[in-house]
C-alpha cells in the first residue's frame, strides 16, 4: 500500500506545533511580553490625562479619538518582539535543528506569527481595557465589534509578517527590533492623534496615503458607531496586499538561506 501526504495537513500541524514552542518560549520571558503592555498603556495615560483637556478634535472627546491609534501602536509594538524572536531563531542555531527535521518549511515561520497574533489580541484588549477606565465610551454594536476584530486581526497579520521579514534579514536580535520600531511610529504620522486636516501640507500628505491611516479611520468609525465609508475597503485591501506580498518574501528569504 503506497500511503500518500498531505501536504496541507502537514503544514496545519507543523505550524500548530511551531506556534506551541513560541507561545512556550514568551511564557519564559514575561518581561518582554510586559513591555509590549506597559508603553502602550504608558501612551494611552499620557494622552487620555494630560493632553485629554487641551486637544480639540471637534465632536469627539480626545480618548475617543485616539484609542484607534493607540491600539496600533499596541500591535506594532509587539511586532519588534516578534522579530527579535525570529532573528534568535536564526542566529543561535535552532533553524539548523529544524533543516534536519522532517517539517514544512513555512511552519516556522507560521509558528511565530499565530503566537504573536495571540499576544497581540491579549495586548489590545488590555489596552481598551484601560482606556474604558480612563473614560473611552464605545458606541459599537455587535456586528461592529466582529468587523473591528476582523480589521485588527488583519493589521495583526501584516504588522507580524513585516517583522518576520526584519527578524529574517537582521544581523543581530538588536537590530532585529529596531527595523520594525518604524511601525510603533506610523500612527503618529497618520489621523491617529489629530485630525488630518491640521497636519502640515508634506506630512498630510503622506497620512493620506499609508495605510495606517484608513485602518485607524475605519476603526474609530466603528467604535464609535458611525459608518466608516471608504476607509474599511481601503484598510482592508491595505492589509490584505501587505499580508500577501510579506508573506511571499518572507517564505522566499527563509528558503534562500536553508536551501
Request: include cysteine; glycine fraction near 8%.
Given at each position: 500500500?503506497?500511503?500518500?501526504?498531505?501536504?496541507?495537513?502537514?503544514?496545519?500541524?507543523?505550524?500548530?506545533?511551531?506556534?506551541?514552542?513560541?507561545?512556550?518560549?514568551?511564557?519564559?520571558?514575561?518581561?518582554?511580553?510586559?513591555?509590549?503592555?506597559i508603553v502602550p498603556a504608558a501612551v494611552m495615560l499620557l494622552f487620555g490625562?494630560?493632553?485629554?483637556?487641551?486637544?480639540?478634535?471637534?465632536?469627539?472627546?480626545?480618548?475617543?479619538?485616539?484609542?484607534?491609534?493607540?491600539?496600533?501602536?499596541?500591535?506594532?509594538?509587539?511586532?519588534?518582539?516578534?522579530?527579535?524572536?525570529?532573528?534568535?531563531?536564526?542566529?543561535?542555531?535552532?533553524?539548523?535543528?529544524?533543516?534536519?527535521?522532517?517539517?514544512?518549511?513555512?511552519?516556522?515561520?507560521?509558528?511565530?506569527?499565530?503566537?504573536?497574533?495571540?499576544?497581540?489580541?491579549?495586548?489590545?484588549?488590555?489596552?481598551?481595557?484601560?482606556?474604558?477606565?480612563?473614560?473611552?465610551?464605545?458606541?459599537?454594536?455587535?456586528?461592529?465589534?466582529?468587523?473591528?476584530?476582523?480589521?485588527?486581526?488583519?493589521?495583526?497579520?501584516?504588522?507580524?509578517?513585516?517583522?518576520?521579514?526584519?527578524?529574517?534579514?537582521?544581523?543581530?536580535?538588536?537590530?532585529?527590533?529596531?527595523?520594525?520600531?518604524?511601525?510603533?511610529?506610523?500612527?503618529?504620522?497618520?489621523?491617529?492623534?489629530?485630525?488630518?486636516?491640521?497636519?502640515?501640507?508634506?506630512?498630510?500628505?503622506?497620512?493620506?496615503?499609508?495605510?495606517?491611516?484608513?485602518?485607524?479611520?475605519?476603526?474609530?468609525?466603528?467604535?464609535?458607531?458611525?459608518?466608516?465609508?471608504?476607509?474599511?475597503?481601503?484598510?482592508?485591501?491595505?492589509?490584505?496586499?501587505?499580508?500577501?506580498?510579506?508573506?511571499?518574501?518572507?517564505?522566499?528569504?527563509?528558503?534562500?538561506?536553508?536551501?
Amino acid at each position: 500500500m503506497i500511503i500518500v501526504e498531505n501536504p496541507k495537513g502537514r503544514l496545519f500541524a507543523d505550524s500548530w506545533t511551531m506556534f506551541c514552542r513560541c507561545l512556550r518560549i514568551t511564557l519564559r520571558n514575561p518581561d518582554a511580553f510586559a513591555n509590549a503592555i506597559i508603553v502602550p498603556a504608558a501612551v494611552m495615560l499620557l494622552f487620555g490625562l494630560v493632553f485629554g483637556n487641551i486637544m480639540d478634535v471637534g465632536s469627539y472627546s480626545y480618548i475617543d479619538f485616539i484609542v484607534p491609534g493607540i491600539i496600533l501602536q499596541t500591535v506594532a509594538q509587539g511586532a519588534v518582539n516578534s522579530a527579535i524572536s525570529v532573528n534568535n531563531d536564526m542566529t543561535k542555531g535552532i533553524m539548523d535543528r529544524f533543516r534536519s527535521m522532517p517539517i514544512a518549511k513555512s511552519a516556522v515561520l507560521t509558528g511565530h506569527v499565530m503566537a504573536a497574533v495571540v499576544r497581540s489580541i491579549i495586548t489590545t484588549t488590555v489596552a481598551i481595557g484601560i482606556a474604558i477606565a480612563i473614560g473611552f465610551r464605545p458606541q459599537a454594536g455587535f456586528v461592529d465589534w466582529l468587523i473591528i476584530a476582523g480589521v485588527l486581526v488583519l493589521f495583526m497579520l501584516f504588522v507580524t509578517w513585516i517583522a518576520v521579514i526584519c527578524g529574517l534579514i537582521a544581523k543581530s536580535p538588536e537590530s532585529a527590533g529596531g527595523y520594525p520600531f518604524l511601525l510603533f511610529l506610523l500612527p503618529y504620522v497618520s489621523s491617529g492623534f489629530a485630525p488630518i486636516e491640521t497636519l502640515p501640507s508634506g506630512i498630510r500628505w503622506f497620512a493620506q496615503h499609508q495605510p495606517m491611516t484608513p485602518i485607524i479611520d475605519s476603526v474609530r468609525a466603528l467604535m464609535l458607531g458611525t459608518p466608516p465609508g471608504d476607509a474599511l475597503p481601503l484598510a482592508l485591501i491595505w492589509s490584505i496586499g501587505i499580508i500577501i506580498v510579506s508573506y511571499v518574501v518572507a517564505v522566499q528569504i527563509y528558503k534562500r538561506k536553508f536551501s
